[in-house]
């Protein structure tokens, strides 16, 4: 069984050293194995994985709260496979909401940048289609903005 440095833990799993402190410090993870000569961490291959996991749901913005549900699930297996389910569902649901308004902000640089690429090239015509593709988009725009 390797066990790896911090440094080694934080390159492989993506967090910061800081941040697996602090995720062992409010129980998150861990605890942490410790070297018996010089004090410091060691992880296992099982705490990398779980590094990999939680390191992907900060990723989607998955927030502390449900990272410790999460963890309390995956401990105890199948018996909480529907919560976990539905955890991760609420959570892909929530990024397909923010897909939606990007997609939206997207367009309305696309329709921008046109207008501007028109006057650029003092296509008059060009840029009047240009300013109603920015119209349209407008209600859109801001309703993805107030949500």
Do not use: F
């Not at 046109?114 to 003092?122: I, M, V």
């Not at 296509?123 to 107030?146: F, G, K, S």
């Amino acid at each position: 069984m390797t066990a790896l440095t911090i440094q080694d833990a934080a390159r492989r799993s993506g967090l910061s050293e800081p941040t697996l402190r602090y995720y062992e410090e409010i129980g998150l993870i861990g605890p942490i194995s410790r070297d018996p000569s010089s004090r410091h961490r060691r992880y296992r291959e099982e705490d990398l994985d779980t590094l990999q996991a939680l390191a992907c749901l900060r990723a989607m913005g998955v927030g502390i709260e449900d990272m410790r549900i999460y963890q309390a699930n995956r401990a105890l297996g199948n018996v909480r496979a529907g919560a976990q389910r539905d955890l991760l569902l609420g959570h892909a649901e929530r990024i397909e909401q923010q897909i939606e308004t990007l997609q939206v902000h997207l367009g309305y640089l696309r329709a921008k940048a046109a207008l501007w690429d028109a006057r650029e090239r003092g296509d008059a015509a060009a840029e009047a289609m240009a300013n109603c593709a920015v119209q349209e988009m407008l209600p859109r725009l801001e309703e993805a903005i107030l949500g």
